[in-house]
């Protein structure tokens, strides 16, 4: 077995190469990403409930026999809210743990 074709494994190795390493993003980036994937699922979650509602009026107007088809657009907007309620529960709790943080 050839030594120089071992991978160097030491740690003046790896520090070597964390020194060209781009800088990791700064908090404000991943505030401003955190924010945005918090209202795309905000207008995904209201999407699916806007779409549960206009169902629901199809069936009580008489204008579809699609029973079923309501019924499972009901359970997803269900669904997709108790979801966004738990993420906001999180959420809150994580920054309720913050502030209780001794500095």
């Keep these: 077995m ?3 074709s071992v ?3 030491t740690l003046k190795s790896h520090l ?8 990791a993003p700064s908090v404000q980036n991943l505030g401003d990403k955190f924010a945005a ?7 995904e979650v209201n999407r699916v409930q806007l779409s549960a509602d206009h169902a629901a009026q199809q069936i ?3 204008e579809t026999k699609n029973l079923h088809g309501a019924m499972i657009k009901m359970e997803e907007a269900d669904i ?7 993420v906001r529960n999180k959420a809150v709790e994580a920054y309720q743990e913050i502030m209780r943080m001794q500095v």
């Design 60 to 62: 009580a107007a008489g």
């Design 37 to 43: 994937a918090l209202k795309d699922s905000l207008s």
């Design 2 to 4: 050839n030594l120089n």
């Design 80 to 86: 997709s809210l108790r979801l966004m309620v738990q």
């Design 16 to 23: 070597k190469g964390l020194s060209g390493a781009q800088a």
């Design 7 to 9: 991978a160097d494994i």
